[in-house]
């Protein structure tokens, strides 16, 4: 639920990190974001609805103009090779939750992200 509440928070224009102090996740909402992950990270995006152009870059496993249906573990387990930008035009359905993208932080280094 918190995942959902975080997504609706994003929708709404407040910019939202959640925590559990290992992992963090941020709301991903169509467009373009970009998250500045130590290199060697490890991340997953989970769609909370199916996803179409869905594009990761700069990971070791890059995606281009993906169609993501909802429940896909396809877009677990990826590996940040520095900054990942993240996008896609809009989820099939009118209300779109985006997705959230959660990695275990390098307690050490700090990051940033741009929209």
């Given at each position: 639920?918190?995942?959902?509440?975080?997504?609706?928070?994003a929708e709404d224009g407040i910019d939202v990190l959640l925590t559990s102090g290992e992992?963090?996740?941020?709301?991903?909402?169509?467009?373009?974001?970009?998250i500045d992950l130590p290199k060697g990270s490890l991340f997953s995006i989970l769609g909370l609805d199916t996803l179409?152009?869905?594009?990761?870059?700069n990971a070791r496993y890059p995606l281009t103009d993906f169609h993501l249906p909802f429940g896909s573990?396809?877009?677990i387990s990826?590996?940040?090779e520095?900054?990942?930008r993240f996008s896609f035009p809009q989820a099939a359905q009118s209300f779109s939750p985006g997705l959230m993208t959660f990695?275990?932080?390098?307690?050490?280094a700090t990051h940033s992200e741009t929209r």
């Open positions: 639920m918190h995942l959902l509440h975080a997504a609706k928070l992992e963090e996740a941020y709301p991903l909402l169509p467009g373009s974001r970009t179409t152009g869905l594009t990761i870059a573990s396809r877009t990826n590996v940040a520095g900054a990942v990695r275990e932080p390098d307690l050490g």
